[in-house]
């Protein structure tokens, strides 16, 4: 049985908690440079709270780093030299140089790396990528997204406040359904976004495809307290698949059939499915089986670079071609 350390006790790491209980694994304990964060969840969740990163390393199998985006770095790293098996959550670093050492790390000392991109275990979500590559919406067109909720100040989590550290809505939030978009789409080209206040509370992201199909990102800090919505569109020759979370569950569809439209409803799985528990279900299955993970080490980079090239293009106000994005340091 998996021995899991989480190094950053906050939210999420709350969240992986609650989830790592309900999976074949000994949660051993949790390392937080707060450490009242760690007793928080220990309270909740049993297992130890470590006086530093080096002792729960030398305790584990398996480290799940859930701190904020840029202390990722030195978990992985050190993780790494330790030979652990790593689950990191996005965005994987700050800096494409700093994900790129993060790779190369794990690639050298042989050391599986999960980047935690979880949209791509949320039902719909899979469900309507289903449909994309079974070819029943002929060849995409265009995809476009919302993903949006209040802002995350205040607190603990005052970094979010911080762009030089969350790199905004943009990294935060965006970075889910570009991750996705990149997924159906293929690789992303150039991409322009427009925003306001330095890319923190709300963005526009237009992405060009390789492939010549076009991506429209709404991502949001700017809605009520409370509220969280996100939307799913993908467009193709020959029908379109959408979802609403604000409306039914099913996954709705409309496929060009000859001269006439057909209609239907796809229910995914329950709707209560978890997508933190499939993902990391996931991760498990894959790390016991040796089997690839859904989301590459170098899936987790290019979410960052062309995250990174989105808050360039919003600061410039003029597109940024990917090629160029791994010089762009915000």
């Not at 030979?83 to 794990?106: F, N, S």
């Not at 150039?190 to 076009?214: E, K, M, P, Q």
């Not at 006439?260 to 329950?270: D, F, I, M, N, Y």
């Not at 690839?292 to 940024?320: C, E, I, R, T, Y």
Request: hydrophobic share 45%; net charge negative; aromatic share 8%.
């Amino acid at each position: 049985m998996k021995r899991i350390g989480l190094v950053g006790a906050g939210g999420i790491g709350r969240w992986h908690a609650e989830r790592w209980q309900r999976l074949p694994v000994e949660l051993a304990g949790f390392y937080d440079v707060v450490t009242e964060n760690s007793e928080s969840l220990q309270a909740s969740f049993g297992g130890k709270v470590y006086d530093s990163l080096e002792a729960l390393l030398d305790d584990v199998d398996v480290v799940d780093i859930c701190t904020i985006t840029t202390a990722h770095k030195q978990g992985v790293l050190a993780a790494a030299a330790a030979g652990k098996a790593i689950i990191c959550e996005k965005p994987l670093a700050r800096t494409v140089a700093d994900c790129q050492e993060m790779v190369d790390a794990c690639e050298a000392a042989g050391v599986p790396l999960f980047v935690a991109q979880v949209v791509r275990f949320f039902p719909q979500f899979a469900r309507a990528k289903a449909v994309l590559a079974a070819g029943q919406i002929g060849e995409p067109g265009v995809i476009r997204t919302i993903r949006a909720g209040s802002p995350p100040y205040g607190g603990t989590r005052g970094w979010f406040s911080d762009v030089t550290q969350s790199g905004g809505v943009i990294m935060d939030v965006g970075i889910h359904d570009i991750d996705y978009a990149r997924w159906c789409m293929g690789e992303v080209e150039r991409v322009y976004a427009r925003g306001n206040n330095n890319g923190l509370d709300h963005a526009l992201i237009t992405l060009r495809f390789t492939s010549g199909a076009i991506g429209h990102i709404e991502s949001s800090w700017a809605h009520p307290k409370g509220q969280f919505m996100t939307r799913l569109e993908i467009a193709g020759t020959a029908g379109l698949v959408e979802w609403d979370s604000r409306d039914d569950q099913p996954l709705r569809t409309a496929i060009l059939v000859e001269d006439t439209v057909e209609r239907g409803k796809a229910s995914p799985l329950a709707p209560i499915d978890d997508p933190y528990f499939r993902e990391l279900a996931h991760f498990l299955d894959c790390l016991e089986n040796d089997k690839p993970f859904l989301v590459s080490p170098h899936d987790g980079l290019m979410a960052v670079k062309v995250s990174l090239a989105a808050l360039a293009a919003l600061q410039s106000g003029k597109p940024v071609d990917i090629d160029k994005a791994s010089e762009v340091v915000l």
